[in-house]
């Protein structure tokens, strides 16, 4: 499994011999612009602009659409590895830095100074991040995106790493089940029926972990659309039943 | 009976069958590896076949020698990456043959100062790995360079920036008519230097080949330019401000510092082995030639150029085919530093944009054997050559 920030595309999920099992974090490819250029805006932008990236990723393909769209000519730098990046448009060798927003966040803080640079406001694509499995072994598909949602969903009803074992006398069927102590789940995947309950109480659910990697350190503590449906984002996953 | 003297008295029969397993052995080895490799790729769902070179490829290049946009096939990015590899290359070689000759002989010269700095030089240039270097030019060293604001002017017509090294763009008007003239030229020194040389050997007669050619390399084409309407004007790069603090420069023709950097650390890395070898090869030349040189008066410049370079080639040429072939290959670091070369663009972009992993590295693979190839079939032409003909 790949469990990283890979954009789910058309290409991918057919070309490749690879099945996209969910969604985790939805993203959008930004800009990132140092404070003291005068750019407000990817309207801003002008002709002759330089932009940096990481080879072979939708970026580099957003980027070519997006500057075209504008009618902009602009110079492409796409570097292999994100350090280098960092060290080329921190050097001044690019005048912008684009990829998805939440590597924007992170990796200004490897920047030489973090509060020169900012973030420009617009969004220039979707970028649904989510774990991949090989294609061909539907259980283990089932297991892996089951596992996603189960951690969405124990958010949604209340159930986290430090209450899930005393919820199972809960009164609410649904979380009942979150926890094992209602239905045969599992067995449906050959697991046992406690799986889900070992998810929440050894990562969390999905809030939990978000808080811990994202918020905690920093990086994007506005969760944006990646909170729940309930409360005005767009995480909606089908019931575990 | 009739083995024994199938075995005996026919060699040549004798050597084919073991030849005859090898062969078999390597193409069951590879058909195995093909078959395996189909059944299992079958198995997970990937497609194999070289259609996609003609799909859009829909990433741009930053740098490139033909015309190229994110609208052409992923067959032209390959174009692209191959040239940007080839120039990479030639520029690396040029300079690295050029530095390491130099090099080489100020390690025999009798000035310790300059024995001793090319000493270091090799020494230092040699130990340090690659990819190290590269960092270094491109990090570090260019990273000193200015912004556009600020860059280094060479006259107002040429400015050194951290974003590229930006130069006049050449316009030229019947840029054919120029071409023609120049390869004439060198077709005609080639004529008149035959000449010269069967002049001296019959007579005696030295002709003064080198005025004789250079004026005919820098006479043809101002020919042209005089009487057959070639012309040439500049565009010259201007400063642009993009916003209030950020700058480029438009027209002109930028040389990415991706190159710079790349050409750099190669030359200096391959230039201390081609160094080394030089050394070896005047060192292997026998100590009698100097001395008879000496003796009929030819001074030290001319010893070296006219009695111990013609033989020390012969000890020079191969390794440093070698190094030539190890530079081109060294090349494919590129994509550490953004260099478009064909492992960046092809190998890496378009094989993650594509997944066809197998067909993308089976025809860079392919791509750098031929490369390497023509460059050893090349060298070893030139090395008959030079190769001192017993008369």
């Given at each position: 499994?790949?469990a990283r920030n890979?954009?789910?595309?058309?290409?991918?999920?057919?070309?490749?011999?690879?099945?996209?099992?969910?969604?985790n974090f939805?993203d959008?490819?930004?800009?990132m612009?140092?404070?003291?250029?005068?750019?407000?805006?990817?309207?801003?932008?002008?002709?002759?602009?330089?932009?940096?990236?990481?080879?072979?990723?939708?970026?580099?393909?957003?980027?070519?659409?997006?500057?075209?769209?504008?009618?902009?000519?602009?110079?492409?730098?796409?570097?292999?590895?994100a350090d280098?990046?960092v060290?080329?448009?921190?050097?001044?060798?690019?005048?912008?830095?684009?990829t998805d927003k939440s590597g924007l966040a992170a990796q200004r803080t490897k920047m030489?100074?973090p509060d020169?640079h900012?973030v420009?406001?617009?969004?220039?694509?979707?970028?649904?991040l989510?774990?991949?499995?090989?294609?061909?072994?539907?259980?283990?598909?089932?297991?892996?995106?089951?596992?996603?949602?189960?951690?969405?969903?124990?958010?949604?009803?209340?159930?986290?790493s430090?209450?899930?074992?005393?919820?199972?006398?809960?009164?609410?069927?649904?979380?009942?089940?979150?926890?094992?102590?209602?239905?045969?789940?599992?067995?449906?995947?050959?697991?046992?029926?406690?799986?889900?309950?070992?998810?929440?109480?050894?990562v969390g659910n999905y809030g939990e972990s978000y808080k811990k990697h994202i918020a905690d350190t920093g990086i994007l503590p506005n969760r944006g659309?990646n909170q729940?449906?309930?409360?005005?984002?767009?995480?909606?996953?089908?019931?575990?039943? | 009976?009739?083995?024994?003297?199938?075995?005996?008295?026919?060699?040549?029969?004798?050597?084919?069958?073991?030849?005859?397993?090898?062969?078999?052995?390597?193409?069951?080895?590879?058909?195995?590896?093909?078959?395996?490799?189909?059944?299992?790729?079958?198995?997970?769902?990937?497609?194999?076949?070289?259609?996609?070179?003609?799909?859009?490829?829909?990433?741009?290049?930053?740098?490139?020698?033909?015309?190229?946009?994110?609208?052409?096939?992923?067959?032209?990015?390959?174009?692209?990456?191959?040239?940007?590899?080839?120039?990479?290359?030639?520029?690396?070689?040029?300079?690295?043959?050029?530095?390491?000759?130099?090099?080489?002989?100020?390690?025999?010269?009798?000035?310790?100062?300059?024995?001793?700095?090319?000493?270091?030089?090799?020494?230092?240039?040699?130990?340090?790995?690659?990819?190290?270097?590269?960092?270094?030019?491109?990090?570090?060293?260019?990273?000193?360079?200015?912004?556009?604001?600020?860059?280094?002017?060479?006259?107002?017509?040429?400015?050194?920036?951290?974003?590229?090294?930006?130069?006049?763009?050449?316009?030229?008007?019947?840029?054919?008519?120029?071409?023609?003239?120049?390869?004439?030229?060198?077709?005609?020194?080639?004529?008149?230097?035959?000449?010269?040389?069967?002049?001296?050997?019959?007579?005696?007669?030295?002709?003064?080949?080198?005025?004789?050619?250079?004026?005919?390399?820098?006479?043809?084409?101002?020919?042209?330019?005089?009487?057959?309407?070639?012309?040439?004007?500049?565009?010259?790069?201007?400063?642009?401000?993009?916003?209030?603090?950020?700058?480029?420069?438009?027209?002109?023709?930028?040389?990415?510092?991706?190159?710079?950097?790349?050409?750099?650390?190669?030359?200096?890395?391959?230039?201390?082995?081609?160094?080394?070898?030089?050394?070896?090869?005047?060192?292997?030349?026998?100590?009698?030639?100097?001395?008879?040189?000496?003796?009929?008066?030819?001074?030290?410049?001319?010893?070296?150029?006219?009695?111990?370079?013609?033989?020390?080639?012969?000890?020079?040429?191969?390794?440093?085919?070698?190094?030539?072939?190890?530079?081109?290959?060294?090349?494919?670091?590129?994509?550490?530093?953004?260099?478009?070369?064909?492992?960046?663009?092809?190998?890496?972009?378009?094989?993650?944009?594509?997944?066809?992993?197998?067909?993308?590295?089976?025809?860079?693979?392919?791509?750098?054997?031929?490369?390497?190839?023509?460059?050893?079939?090349?060298?070893?032409?030139?090395?008959?050559?030079?190769?001192?003909?017993?008369?």
């Amino acid at each position: 499994m790949l469990a990283r920030n890979t954009t789910w595309t058309l290409s991918r999920d057919a070309d490749i011999g690879l099945t996209f099992v969910g969604v985790n974090f939805y993203d959008g490819q930004g800009f990132m612009v140092r404070k003291n250029s005068g750019i407000n805006s990817v309207n801003d932008f002008k002709n002759g602009i330089s932009a940096c990236t990481n080879t072979g990723t939708t970026t580099e393909l957003n980027m070519r659409d997006f500057f075209n769209s504008k009618n902009i000519s602009y110079e492409p730098i796409a570097f292999e590895k994100a350090d280098e990046v960092v060290q080329a448009y921190d050097a001044g060798r690019c005048d912008t830095y684009t990829t998805d927003k939440s590597g924007l966040a992170a990796q200004r803080t490897k920047m030489s100074n973090p509060d020169e640079h900012k973030v420009l406001p617009e969004t220039i694509s979707k970028e649904p991040l989510g774990p991949v499995v090989r294609q061909g072994d539907a259980v283990w598909e089932d297991i892996v995106r089951w596992s996603l949602n189960t951690m969405i969903e124990a958010e949604e009803y209340g159930v986290n790493s430090s209450n899930a074992s005393s919820l199972k006398d809960s009164e609410n069927p649904a979380i009942k089940r979150l926890v094992g102590s209602e239905g045969e789940l599992g067995a449906a995947f050959g697991l046992d029926n406690e799986w889900s309950l070992r998810i929440i109480e050894q990562v969390g659910n999905y809030g939990e972990s978000y808080k811990k990697h994202i918020a905690d350190t920093g990086i994007l503590p506005n969760r944006g659309p990646n909170q729940l449906w309930t409360k005005g984002g767009i995480l909606y996953v089908p019931p575990a039943r | 009976m009739i083995f024994k003297k199938f075995n005996i008295e026919n060699k040549k029969a004798r050597d084919l069958i073991p030849q005859a397993i090898t062969v078999l052995a390597l193409l069951s080895v590879i058909i195995y590896f093909a078959t395996n490799a189909q059944i299992n790729m079958g198995n997970r769902g990937i497609s194999f076949g070289f259609g996609f070179l003609n799909q859009e490829a829909s990433f741009d290049i930053t740098f490139s020698m033909i015309e190229y946009d994110g609208s052409h096939s992923y067959g032209r990015a390959f174009l692209v990456g191959l040239l940007n590899t080839i120039l990479v290359s030639v520029i690396g070689i040029f300079f690295a043959t050029i530095i390491g000759v130099v090099v080489g002989v100020s390690r025999l010269s009798d000035n310790y100062l300059i024995a001793k700095v090319a000493e270091w030089y090799v020494e230092i240039f040699r130990n340090i790995p690659l990819i190290l270097q590269i960092f270094f030019w491109y990090f570090a060293a260019l990273r000193a360079l200015p912004l556009p604001e600020n860059g280094i002017s060479f006259y107002d017509i040429s400015f050194l920036t951290i974003k590229g090294w930006y130069v006049p763009k050449f316009i030229w008007t019947n840029f054919n008519i120029f071409l023609l003239s120049v390869i004439a030229a060198f077709i005609a020194i080639y004529f008149i230097n035959s000449y010269a040389t069967k002049q001296r050997e019959q007579f005696g007669k030295q002709l003064p080949t080198t005025t004789i050619s250079l004026a005919t390399l820098t006479l043809l084409p101002l020919i042209t330019f005089l009487f057959l309407g070639v012309s040439l004007t500049f565009e010259y790069p201007v400063l642009k401000q993009l916003s209030p603090t950020v700058f480029t420069y438009a027209g002109g023709v930028s040389i990415i510092p991706e190159l710079i950097a790349l050409a750099l650390a190669l030359s200096m890395y391959t230039a201390t082995f081609i160094a080394e070898n030089v050394r070896a090869g005047i060192l292997g030349v026998g100590k009698g030639q100097k001395e008879a040189a000496a003796s009929i008066g030819l001074n030290k410049n001319q010893i070296l150029k006219l009695v111990v370079m013609p033989q020390a080639l012969r000890i020079i040429i191969p390794p440093t085919t070698n190094q030539y072939l190890n530079l081109t290959k060294n090349s494919s670091l590129a994509a550490a530093i953004a260099y478009p070369d064909i492992v960046l663009v092809f190998a890496g972009t378009a094989l993650m944009q594509t997944g066809r992993a197998i067909e993308i590295i089976s025809i860079t693979m392919l791509t750098y054997l031929t490369l390497s190839i023509s460059i050893s079939i090349f060298m070893n032409w030139y090395n008959k050559k030079m190769a001192i003909k017993e008369k």
